[in-house]
DNA sequence: GTCTATAGCCCGATAGAC
DNA sequence: GTCTATCGGGCTATAGAC
């Protein structure tokens, strides 16, 4: 693996353990195992540094909501995707940039992160209209609403887990959600 | 106000608009507008001073959790407080903290934070059983895992709005919670 | 209780040899 | 392409005068 490579796998990690203000070039050279010089070689900076490592982390998770697009009913792969494992006392690689005011407040590494988020409701809202579609769920959802809804219920789920340092908050909240969306796909059958 | 105040003000302040790591006692000095041995006469360092704060911050926003608990049915009251304005693009002043790495390795930090979840999901177990009992909600519903849920639709949202640098996505968010909330109501009814 | 001066360290970045 | 040496500056904290 390339020293390039090297530094950018260890600076997706170091963001997502100690996010951007506390971790420093030295630290991920140090991880990555290379010496100063090789990072200023590849990289301009810190900046761009964290720019490709969070590009890269993006794709990543991108590739894993594919749960959403496989088989099953709409409402099945809804469910599904909710209840796929995830390492709540750790946070979201991506949403846990979110809350990071050094993050936010730079246009390049927030469009990484926006760019992802908009991708994600878009994948709901497809999926939602579905479950519609197929009488899942009532004709009066808002599939907009709905994957904001779901998504948020992740996020905060991961924040519920790191406040209290144990994933079952989290996974309480997913399965209450769950109960949600399946009291909306009772409600659909009682209008029959 | 004394400096003493000024200083938790203004920590209480940064720790919202920068983070931990990204603050430092010079910072904090500066906006309080006092010297540096002020600071140091009054707290052993920056994290005495942020476990002030954050305690502070944190008894603020427990006082504004009243809304579940005025009047109206208990469902009125859960949507009422899930519908209440929410500074989405700056973040929960406490929620956002579980997501800073050095609020959360930090114990006596972790603990506050972790306290003041604690408190406001047992509100929220205490208005939903109050909705089941109501006949608002199903008996099926499971009062921990939907209180778990709707914490997380809210601290979700807000990561949604920062996202998106805009309040839209989370107001969206609440607003299918609610949605789902009325069905999980019309559920009820039908089943009498 | 508040101030200024200063310590010792690490920050992010650059220079230049190899 | 990678290394070591070094810069200027900010960090958290302490010392000691007033």
Same mark, same amino acid.
């Given at each position: 693996?390339?020293?390039?490579?090297? =530094?950018?796998?260890?600076?997706a990690?170091?963001?997502?353990?100690? *996010?951007?203000?506390?971790?420093?070039?030295?630290?991920?050279?140090?991880?990555?195992?290379? &010496?100063? *010089? $090789?990072?200023?070689?590849?990289? $301009?900076?810190?900046?761009?540094?964290? !720019?490709?490592?969070l590009?890269a982390v993006v /794709?990543e998770?991108?590739?894993?909501?594919?749960?959403?697009?496989?088989?099953?009913?709409?409402?099945?792969?809804?469910?599904?995707? =909710?209840?796929?494992?995830?390492? &709540?006392?750790?946070?979201?690689r991506?949403?846990?940039?979110?809350?990071?005011?050094? !993050? !936010?407040?730079?246009?390049?590494?927030?469009?990484?992160?926006?760019? @992802?988020?908009?991708?994600?409701?878009?994948?709901?809202?497809?999926?939602?209209?579905?479950?519609?579609? @197929?009488?899942?769920?009532?004709?009066?959802?808002?599939? @907009?609403?709905?994957?904001?809804?779901?998504?948020?219920?992740?996020? /905060? *789920?991961?924040? =519920?887990?790191?406040? /209290?340092?144990?994933? *079952?908050?989290?996974?309480?909240?997913?399965?209450?959600?769950?109960? =949600?969306?399946? @009291?909306?796909?009772?409600?659909?059958?009682?209008?029959?």
């Amino acid at each position: 693996m390339s020293s390039r490579d090297q =530094l950018t796998g260890a600076m997706a990690d170091l963001l997502w353990e100690r *996010g951007y203000a506390a971790t420093s070039p030295r630290d991920v050279m140090a991880r990555a195992g290379v &010496g100063q *010089g $090789s990072m200023y070689h590849h990289f $301009s900076g810190k900046h761009e540094l964290a !720019v490709e490592a969070l590009s890269a982390v993006v /794709g990543e998770v991108m590739g894993e909501s594919s749960l959403l697009q496989g088989e099953g009913s709409p409402l099945e792969r809804m469910k599904r995707y =909710l209840s796929a494992p995830r390492p &709540g006392t750790q946070g979201c690689r991506v949403g846990r940039m979110t809350q990071d005011p050094q !993050v !936010v407040s730079d246009p390049d590494l927030l469009s990484i992160v926006s760019g @992802a988020f908009e991708a994600m409701l878009g994948r709901w809202e497809e999926t939602i209209t579905a479950a519609i579609e @197929a009488g899942e769920l009532p004709r009066s959802t808002d599939p @907009a609403e709905l994957a904001r809804t779901l998504a948020a219920v992740i996020q /905060g *789920g991961y924040v =519920l887990a790191r406040a /209290g340092g144990d994933q *079952g908050p989290m996974d309480a909240a997913i399965r209450g959600a769950v109960a =949600l969306l399946d @009291a909306a796909h009772a409600s659909v059958r009682a209008d029959r």
